[in-house]
Nanobody
Framework: QVQLVESGGGLVQAGGSLRLSCVASGNAYNFDVMGWYRQAPGKERELVATMTNAGLSAGTTRYADSVAGRFTISRDNWRTWLQMNSVIPEDTAVYYC???????????????WGRGAQVTVSS
């Protein structure tokens, strides 16, 4: 079992910055993918950013078009961070930490989610 714990959410003014952190723990051979999704009220959960550290795709990042150039994801083996700059009110959402973790070398991987951190951007 894997646990993900987010921190760093809160209230920020439009144009400001915020940094989210997530720590993974538990029984895992590797956290192949770590990243962030978000869900705004009345909307579906959507990708924000992910980064891999496994195989030929190691170091690959993926960003939603809406945050590219403003948000930056980083990670090490079991932690990930989301630096949010130039935030806008549309960034208001609950941000969920995500990982695709393998329990063993040849395991296909299992998805895990954190409980979420509220980010509110005031105009």
């Amino acid at each position: 079992q894997v646990q993900l714990v987010e921190s760093g959410g809160g209230l920020v003014q439009a144009g400001g910055s915020l940094r989210l952190s997530c720590v993974a723990s538990g029984n895992a051979y590797n956290f192949d993918v770590m990243g962030w999704y978000r869900q705004a009220p009345g909307k579906e959960r959507e990708l924000v950013a992910t980064m891999t550290n496994a195989g030929l795709s190691a170091g690959t990042t993926r960003y939603a078009d809406s945050v590219a150039g403003r948000f930056t994801i980083s990670r090490d083996n079991w932690r990930t961070w989301l630096q949010m700059n130039s935030v806008i009110p549309e960034d208001t959402a609950v941000y969920y930490c995500y990982t695709l973790a393998r329990a063993r070398l040849h395991d296909p991987g299992t998805r895990y989610w954190g409980r979420g951190a509220q980010v509110t951007v005031s105009s």
